[in-house]
Nanobody, 117 residues
Framework: QVQLVESGGGLSQPGGSLRLSCAASGIIFSTYRMSWYRQSPGKQRESVAS???????NYADSVKGRFTISRDNAKNTVYLQMNSLKPEDTAVYYC???????????WGQGTQVTVSS
């Protein structure tokens, strides 16, 4: 059974920082591309950042220079360090595990991030 469990969400003031974690089980974590997505009320889910099994990263333009994705294969965990948070970063953040060769695509349950003064 595959599980992706996010943690680390919460309330931050504008300009603050939060660190999200996603612990994976039931998959060979090191072989999956891991991503963070987010969804705000009334908007479509959008990709925020991704990291391949080889460690290559990609970011949405809106978070470049502020967010950093990383992974620890020994802990089966992917992280999203979010700095200089803005109110428009408010959303539910979802962890995603994807492997093209298996046609596998898994989602976590999401964690709420709210940026407000």
């Amino acid at each position: 059974q595959v599980q992706l469990v996010e943690s680390g969400g919460g309330l931050s003031q504008p300009g603050g920082s939060l660190r999200l974690s996603c612990a994976a089980s039931g998959i060979i974590f090191s072989t999956y591309r891991m991503s963070w997505y987010r969804q705000s009320p009334g908007k479509q889910r959008e990709s925020v950042a991704s990291i391949t099994s080889g460690g290559s990263t990609n970011y949405a333009d809106s978070v470049k220079g502020r967010f950093t994705i990383s992974r620890d294969n020994a802990k089966n965990t992917v992280y999203l360090q979010m700095n200089s948070l803005k109110p428009e970063d408010t959303a539910v953040y979802y962890c995603n595990a994807y492997k093209l060769t298996l046609g596998s695509n898994y989602w976590g349950q999401g964690t709420q991030v709210t940026v407000s003064s």
